[in-house]
């Protein structure tokens, strides 16, 4: 398997804190993006940052990417309850079908 | 539909049975992607096409598999002789742009394939 990591694996947190989620990938990339999954659903697209940007922001979501570190990072915040998902970081890289989904990180969101 | 349709949501097979798993994309939609999620795992890259040719399967997991699009829109992931590794959830997305490389996916609900 070519799947990077995502840390933590797992998180919990009270509604309103923020949660931080990392992802290292292993290769060069023309782009990162960020899904969401919830349990037995499909993937939902969150947001896209591309290798020459650093920083994105998108409502109460906030990416940074580190591409001398290959690392990338997914801010979310004042949770909410319905954030309560699993997170996956997805890059491409070369040609169109070289794309990779991270190992994931349930975010679990206490009311 | 609006939305990638894939049918059916869940499917209980035998060892040694053959499925077909089914993705409707978004109508117009170039690029078609197929993905394996095991349980608690991040999807892994089976196939791509772009319309109806199949440009990488190197994805796929044994000759057991086999993926088509013939007329560039709804495709087919076939597997033959299901073994109990095969149970996974089975992801389609298909993008608007072939190379697809800055632009999101947009994916279906999954087929949850559990063979017994």
């Known amino acids: 398997s070519q799947q990077g990591e995502e840390d933590p694996q797992a998180l919990s947190i009270q509604e309103g804190e923020n949660a931080t989620m990392n992802c290292s990938y292993k290769?060069?990339?023309?782009?990162l993006q960020w899904y969401r999954q919830n349990s037995g659903r499909g993937l939902v697209h969150l947001i896209l940052i591309r290798s020459n940007e650093r920083e994105k922001h998108s409502g109460r979501l906030r990416v940074t990417l580190d591409t001398s570190k290959k690392s990338s990072s997914l801010l979310i915040t004042a949770s909410r309850a319905a954030d309560t998902a699993s997170y996956f970081c997805?890059?491409?890289?070369?040609?169109?079908?070289?794309?990779?989904f991270g190992s994931g990180t349930q975010l679990t969101v206490l009311p | 539909g609006a939305g990638v349709s894939q049918s059916p949501r869940y499917k209980v097979a035998k060892r040694g049975q053959d499925v077909a798993l089914r993705c409707d994309p978004i109508s117009g939609h170039v690029s078609l992607f197929w993905y394996q999620q095991a349980l608690g795992q991040g999807p892994e890259f089976l196939t791509y096409f772009q319309n109806e040719a199949q440009l990488d399967k190197s994805g796929l997991p044994s000759d057991r598999f086999f993926a088509e699009r013939p007329e560039g829109s709804v495709s087919t992931l076939k597997i033959q002789r299901t073994q109990q590794e095969d149970s996974a959830v089975y992801l389609c997305a298909s993008s608007f742009k072939p190379g697809e490389a800055n632009y999101g996916y947009t994916f279906g609900s999954g087929t949850r394939l559990t063979v017994v």
């Open positions: 997805f890059w491409s890289s070369g040609s169109a079908r070289q794309l990779t």
């Open positions: 290769t060069s990339i023309n782009n």
